[in-house]
């Protein structure tokens, strides 16, 4: 039930193929150990350009979550779930919650990262923890 | 900060002031949908309505701000203003009306510019335009997740407020509803009948918290308004309207939003903004609040100092934002029910109340106002006679 899919630019292949393997990969500062995303070019906090692609643990916490009612995309049939998750280590990220298993989204409510292979790509999800 | 000017350093000559004001027929448009219209067809229209309101030649006019014009260069030899010196291009963004005011006014501040024409002009309606989906750096990686509309980011930004306090769903029936019975007074408004509780929580939701009538609408539309100082507004007819404090704090985010619903951005505004003006929030007579979705009212409220952080909620319960209220908030029914023109047009209303024009809707006795926008780029104005 996809949206509209990117296609991998020469900045962030590595995350998606990370994807492939079944792991979350963030850059990493090597001068300054910040981890950040979106994907880019420079260190967000100190602007270097020495990052390197790094395992993240998968984990993190729901931020904040809406229900989509009005339908966007011919392909995704509403209502759906849309997350903000807070990872463990840090940055955001967006994701719709899969195998929720009846249960309601809440705040705070501790989340893990699966993936799910659409189209050409393979997507992070998020179910309960 | 250097963001911000106060007039009480200012010679008086240099205060600036709005001298003219002009709008389109906002709700006659919403019912003539006509794709061969243009925003500068629009742009263009308001232009000669404040220009006509201002009582200035328009050879007098020597600095021009366009917002979502692609063209200045188009604009400007449409309106026959070949000769002109300062020119700017603002992004068809709804965070730029309030940095308008905030450049104009600090044109006419540092003796720059003498009369300077703001001027917006929006087709959106009849060429269906959308707002959101790419607008924002993190797109492409929120796309995928049917996660696109600029809505769903104010929705997850409410339902974080709530939970960190409390705030109830009524509040937003409540600026709904208000919204409504002000623009009920208003012969230009889109939405003129009056809407209650039971409305609000009929209508569907687009992006849960959020329903249908705690959006904007859409439309096709033109504002235009011309700033000049004090020392020239002194000889024209109408009643000059001083910007007595200008201000913009921005939050320059990946996602659509901060984490903490701007407060942090609009409390550092406000307290420059007030100190500057000499005035308290509590010394406003009505407020004018950017509502591309009912929630940013949440939002400024408490960033503005009106309530306590996490109290916006029972404010707005108490009624404290209606016509009879504490501060009556967008009083010609805003972009809920008047018309959204991305902020232009509440400038406009705040002078016509100042102006005392407003007729049935009119505040009485009002001579402080203050115009506020929630969004990536804050920014406020405090209007005064
Ligand atoms: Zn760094």
Redesign the interface.
């Given at each position: 039930m996809?949206?509209?899919?990117?296609i991998p630019t020469e900045v962030d292949r590595p995350f998606w193929e990370a994807g492939r393997e079944g792991v979350l990969r963030l850059q990493r500062c090597a001068p300054c150990g910040h981890i950040f995303?979106?994907p880019g070019r420079r260190c967000v906090a100190c602007g270097s350009p020495d990052l390197h692609w790094t395992d993240m643990a998968g984990t993190g916490e729901i931020?904040?979550?809406?229900?989509?009612?009005?339908q966007?995309?011919a392909d995704?049939p509403t209502?759906?779930v849309?997350l903000?998750v807070k990872l463990t280590e840090g940055p955001?990220?967006?994701?719709?919650l899969v195998d929720a298993k009846g249960r309601a989204p809440e705040?705070?409510a501790r989340v893990r990262v699966v993936f799910q292979p659409?189209g050409d790509?393979v997507?992070p999800q998020f179910t309960f923890a | 900060m250097p963001s911000d000017f106060t007039p009480s350093k200012l010679t008086p000559d240099r205060i600036p002031c709005i001298v003219g004001v002009g709008t389109t027929p906002f709700r006659a448009l919403y019912r003539d949908i006509n794709p061969a219209r243009t925003d500068y067809d629009l742009a263009l229209d308001a232009f000669y309505v404040a220009l006509a309101d201002s009582g200035l030649e328009k050879r007098e006019i020597d600095s021009v701000i366009v917002a979502r014009l692609n063209s200045y260069l188009k604009f400007c030899a449409d309106a026959g203003l070949e000769d002109v010196n300062y020119v700017n291009f603002q992004s068809a963004g709804g965070s730029q009306s309030g940095v308008a005011l905030f450049q104009a006014a600090t044109l006419i501040q540092a003796g720059q510019a003498d009369v300077i024409a703001c001027v917006y002009g929006n087709s959106g309606r009849s060429s269906q335009v959308s707002y959101g989906g790419g607008a924002i750096p993190t797109s492409r990686y929120d796309d995928p997740y049917g996660m696109t509309s600029n809505g769903a980011y104010y929705g997850m930004l409410f339902r974080r407020h709530q939970h960190e306090f409390g705030t109830p769903i009524e509040a937003l029936a409540e600026i709904a509803i208000s919204n409504r019975a002000n623009a009920s007074l208003n012969p230009n408004a889109i939405m003129q009948t009056p809407i209650t509780r039971e409305d609000y929580f009929n209508a569907p939701f687009i992006a849960d918290p959020l329903r249908r009538l705690d959006y904007c609408l859409v439309n096709d539309g033109g504002v235009a308004y011309i700033v000049t100082s004090l020392e020239r507004a002194r000889d024209l007819k109408m009643t000059p309207v001083r910007v007595l404090s200008s201000g913009v704090s921005g939050v320059m985010s990946y996602y659509y939003g901060s984490d903490d619903c701007w407060f942090g951005a609009l409390d550092d505004l406000r307290g420059r903004l007030f100190a500057r003006a000499g005035v308290e929030p509590s010394d406003l007579d009505f407020a004018q609040m950017y509502d591309n979705f009912s929630t940013a009212i949440v939002f400024a409220l408490e960033g503005m100092g009106i309530c306590q952080r996490g109290e916006a909620g029972p404010w707005l319960l108490d009624g404290n934002h209606k016509r009879d209220g504490a501060l009556p908030i967008n009083t010609a029914g805003g972009h809920l029910s008047e018309s959204y023109m991305q902020g232009w047009a509440l400038t406009v209303e705040a002078v016509r109340q100042l102006r005392g024009e407003a007729g049935p809707r009119q505040v009485k006795d009002c001579e402080l106002a203050l115009d506020v926008t929630c969004s990536p780029i804050c920014s406020a104005n405090i209007l005064g006679l």
């Amino acid at each position: 039930m996809p949206g509209l899919l990117p296609i991998p630019t020469e900045v962030d292949r590595p995350f998606w193929e990370a994807g492939r393997e079944g792991v979350l990969r963030l850059q990493r500062c090597a001068p300054c150990g910040h981890i950040f995303f979106p994907p880019g070019r420079r260190c967000v906090a100190c602007g270097s350009p020495d990052l390197h692609w790094t395992d993240m643990a998968g984990t993190g916490e729901i931020w904040s979550w809406v229900v989509m009612h009005k339908q966007y995309f011919a392909d995704m049939p509403t209502p759906y779930v849309v997350l903000r998750v807070k990872l463990t280590e840090g940055p955001y990220l967006m994701a719709n919650l899969v195998d929720a298993k009846g249960r309601a989204p809440e705040i705070g409510a501790r989340v893990r990262v699966v993936f799910q292979p659409e189209g050409d790509i393979v997507l992070p999800q998020f179910t309960f923890a | 900060m250097p963001s911000d000017f106060t007039p009480s350093k200012l010679t008086p000559d240099r205060i600036p002031c709005i001298v003219g004001v002009g709008t389109t027929p906002f709700r006659a448009l919403y019912r003539d949908i006509n794709p061969a219209r243009t925003d500068y067809d629009l742009a263009l229209d308001a232009f000669y309505v404040a220009l006509a309101d201002s009582g200035l030649e328009k050879r007098e006019i020597d600095s021009v701000i366009v917002a979502r014009l692609n063209s200045y260069l188009k604009f400007c030899a449409d309106a026959g203003l070949e000769d002109v010196n300062y020119v700017n291009f603002q992004s068809a963004g709804g965070s730029q009306s309030g940095v308008a005011l905030f450049q104009a006014a600090t044109l006419i501040q540092a003796g720059q510019a003498d009369v300077i024409a703001c001027v917006y002009g929006n087709s959106g309606r009849s060429s269906q335009v959308s707002y959101g989906g790419g607008a924002i750096p993190t797109s492409r990686y929120d796309d995928p997740y049917g996660m696109t509309s600029n809505g769903a980011y104010y929705g997850m930004l409410f339902r974080r407020h709530q939970h960190e306090f409390g705030t109830p769903i009524e509040a937003l029936a409540e600026i709904a509803i208000s919204n409504r019975a002000n623009a009920s007074l208003n012969p230009n408004a889109i939405m003129q009948t009056p809407i209650t509780r039971e409305d609000y929580f009929n209508a569907p939701f687009i992006a849960d918290p959020l329903r249908r009538l705690d959006y904007c609408l859409v439309n096709d539309g033109g504002v235009a308004y011309i700033v000049t100082s004090l020392e020239r507004a002194r000889d024209l007819k109408m009643t000059p309207v001083r910007v007595l404090s200008s201000g913009v704090s921005g939050v320059m985010s990946y996602y659509y939003g901060s984490d903490d619903c701007w407060f942090g951005a609009l409390d550092d505004l406000r307290g420059r903004l007030f100190a500057r003006a000499g005035v308290e929030p509590s010394d406003l007579d009505f407020a004018q609040m950017y509502d591309n979705f009912s929630t940013a009212i949440v939002f400024a409220l408490e960033g503005m100092g009106i309530c306590q952080r996490g109290e916006a909620g029972p404010w707005l319960l108490d009624g404290n934002h209606k016509r009879d209220g504490a501060l009556p908030i967008n009083t010609a029914g805003g972009h809920l029910s008047e018309s959204y023109m991305q902020g232009w047009a509440l400038t406009v209303e705040a002078v016509r109340q100042l102006r005392g024009e407003a007729g049935p809707r009119q505040v009485k006795d009002c001579e402080l106002a203050l115009d506020v926008t929630c969004s990536p780029i804050c920014s406020a104005n405090i209007l005064g006679l």
